[in-house]
Every structure is written in C-alpha cells, then in structure tokens.
C-alpha cells in the first residue's frame, strides 16, 4: 500500500472499523481491569496469603503459554475479527462463573484459580489475532496514529477500570463482576459491526515448521528479539502491581478504594503518554527513547519500594506507567511494520508470550518473592533488576540501543532520495 503523509492524531478515527474496534477494546479492557481488581482483593481477604497473589498471575499465564503458538497459526489461518470475538464471549463467561462464585459464599479460592485458566486461554488466542487484525483496518500512512491511539483507549479503560471496581466493590465483588458481563456482552456486539480487509492467510498445514515460523521470523531479526526480549526481562522482574493490594493493605494501610487509585495510576501514565503518540510520533532517537522508557519504570519501581506514602507511590506509577507505554509504542511498531501479513499472527504470538511473560509471569515471581524475602524487599529488588536488565541489553543489543529511526522510515527516505 503507498505511503503518504500521517494524517492527524485523530482523522484515523472516522474510519468506521476502526473506531468500533477500539470501542470494543475499551469496554472489554474496563471490564477485565475492573475484575482483576476484584479478584486480586477478593483472594487476599479470604487466604491473605502473598503467594496466593502470584498464583493469579500464574494461573493466567500456563494456559496462554501451553496455547499461544497455536492461537498464532489459528490468527494466520482463521478470520481474526471472528477469534476476537469468540475470545471476548468467553471472557464474558468467565465473569459470569465469578459472579457464581460469589454468591455461592465459597472460602476456598481454587474455582478462582479455575476460572483464571480458562480466562487465560482465551486471552492466548486473543492477543495475537486482536494485534494483527489492526493492520488489516487502516491503511499504513495511518498505522503509527491507529498503534496511539488503540494503546490510549486500552490505558483509559487501564485509569478507569480500577478506579470503577474499587469503589463497586464496597457494595460487593459480586456488583464488581456483574458490571463487567455486561461491558463484555457489549464489547462482542460491537466487534461484531467491524468488517476488516482480507487478510493474507497461510497455507501450508498446521505442523512444527508453521507454528514455529513466528518465532525463527522473531530470531532472525535482532531488532524485533532485542525489543520485545528487552520488555519480558524488565518487566518480569518489576511487576509491582501484583504486589499492590498486599502493599496497599499492609503498608499503607488502605482500603479497597485507595487500592483503585493506585492500580489506576500506570494506566494514566501510559494513556497521556500515548495521546501525545498519536499527534507526536516518535520519528529519530527511537533505540534511546525505547531504553530511557524502561529505565523509568525500574526507577518508579524502586521509588514505592523506598518510600512509603500514597502520594509518591502514586506518582511513581504513572511515571511507571509512561515509561511503559514508551517500549510498548516502540516495540509493537517495530514488530508490525517488520513482519509479513502472512505470518503476523505467529509473530504477534511470539511478541504475546514475551507480553504475557513479562506480565502474568512476572506477578508469579513478584508474589513468590515477597513471600520468600517480604514485601517492600521484594519490589525494590524488582525495580533494580529492570535497571540492570536495561544496561545489559544496551550492550547485547547495540543496533537496538543506537537505532536513530523505525527501519521501514530509513528505507522510504532512502528509495526518495535515489528518485529525486
């Protein structure tokens, strides 16, 4: 497709497909930010148990690691539009066996755990079918501002959507999980009204070769492994918001709604951050830009370990939170423009097992931490590991680091230069 100048921050949103998929994906965001928060402070008031928060992470995270190379090829293969929207139904099963949960009075969590499992399966075929389906909506002079854009309504849902359940929650988790069924039930609808462009599906049968395609794509280009490898090891070891309502609880002594606010901040960082993306793209220093980012989420991670006050923690999450969606930005650009349509869903599920490490991984090993050497010792061992992990990737990955512009950008200013 012919590039031509980046339209407005916002023009990208009169395409209609565009603007019902990133209403689906607030609404379907909201709801899951507004359920994680419940569960998180459901489990710690039955078990009070730190180890128990980790295991949140992790019963999310087996599933989608045992599912996501296929979740790819199926991306490749199926219509993507179609698996989002099967994906989103189960999610809105999976609030509703919640709201079953608790009106049974059970005080045993391991139907939590369950019903995580089978969330976390369905987010294995999400990923990779909702990060590839938006190259086929919008043309490419326009795909920077869509990547902004669909990373800010997905952050405001991140603000909203804790905020939201925190206080729902006073009037009972299972208001908290009822809420989110319907905000589901009307994400389905809404993907339902998109119509995306054909999409170039893979051919050849499903076997090891294919499903392994993405990830020998992802190997044989430093840049993409340096990116995306760089935000799994920095974020695996910095997952401080598993820890927040155990460090809301027992070190600032606040309740459920202060909780919301704190598991709102990142979400606020990164949505401000990502608004500014849409109408200022990031065009030179992009390997500088992409290390400082994760720099200052280990710096705002050691910040809340070091000083406990509601205040400072909360500033320190949104800087957390900015810097975040800085390698976010960085990192999903440099996978789409890089990689074939044919095989974007396997290397979206590549990039989705690095994400998914990093994330649900990474509040297994914050939980396992904290139980091993206490809270507040745990999170400032998180944030001085993403520190060392950023130095140490800046010199594994030299190309990453000194990179000046996106490669596709360098290589339309040079075929330009050599026509005029």
Not at 42 to 60: E, K, P, R
Not at 78 to 93: E, G
Not at 329 to 340: F, S
Not at 386 to 414: C, G, I, N, Q, Y
Request: with cysteine; net charge positive.
């Amino acid at each position: 497709m012919p590039s031509s100048s980046p339209p407005g921050g916002l023009a990208v949103l009169r395409n209609r497909n565009v603007s019902f998929y990133l209403s689906s994906r607030f609404l379907g965001t909201l709801a899951v930010q507004m359920q994680s928060v419940a569960v998180g402070w459901q489990v710690y008031q039955i078990t009070g148990s730190l180890f128990d928060l980790g295991l949140i992470g992790l019963a999310q995270f087996a599933p989608f690691l045992v599912l996501i190379l296929w979740a790819g090829h199926v991306a490749d293969t199926h219509n993507r539009r179609n698996i989002v929207m099967l994906c989103l139904a189960t999610q809105l099963l999976c609030s509703l066996l919640l709201v079953a949960f608790t009106l049974s009075g059970s005080k045993v969590v391991w139907p939590v755990f369950a019903v995580l499992v089978l969330y976390g399966s369905a987010r294995a075929f999400m990923m990779p079918a909702s990060q590839a389906v938006l190259r086929n909506l919008v043309p490419d002079h326009a795909f920077s501002q869509a990547v902004a854009l669909s990373s800010s309504s997905m952050q405001v849902a991140t603000i909203a959507g804790p905020v939201v359940g925190g206080l729902l929650y006073v009037l009972g988790p299972n208001v908290v999980y009822t809420v989110s069924s319907v905000l589901l039930a009307l994400s389905v609808l809404l993907m339902s009204g998109t119509h995306s462009a054909q999409q170039a599906r893979a051919k050849a049968p499903v076997s090891w070769h294919t499903l392994l395609e993405g990830l020998r794509f992802v190997w044989s280009r430093p840049i993409v492994l340096g990116a995306i490898s760089l935000d799994l090891f920095a974020v695996l070891f910095g997952g401080v918001t598993a820890l927040l309502p155990a460090y809301a609880h027992d070190v600032l002594h606040a309740g459920p709604e202060l909780l919301g606010l704190l598991r709102t901040a990142p979400g606020a960082g990164a949505a401000l951050c990502s608004i500014a993306l849409a109408f200022f793209p990031i065009t030179r220093r992009v390997g500088a830009w992409m290390f400082g980012g994760v720099a200052l989420y280990g710096l705002a991670t050691v910040t809340i370990g070091l000083v406990h006050s509601f205040p400072v923690a909360l500033a320190a999450l949104f800087l957390l939170g900015a810097g975040d969606m800085i390698s976010v930005y960085i990192r999903h650009l440099l996978v789409q423009y890089e990689t074939p349509d044919e095989i974007r869903g396997r290397v979206s599920a590549v990039s989705a097992v690095f994400i998914g490490a990093s994330n649900e991984l990474g509040e297994f090993e914050s939980g396992v931490t904290a139980s091993w050497f206490r809270l507040v010792p745990a999170i400032i061992f998180g944030g001085v590991a993403t520190l060392v992990v950023t130095a140490t990737w800046m010199k594994l990955f030299p190309v990453l680091s000194r990179m000046d512009r996106f490669p596709h950008h360098a290589a339309e200013e040079a075929a330009r230069a050599k026509a005029r």
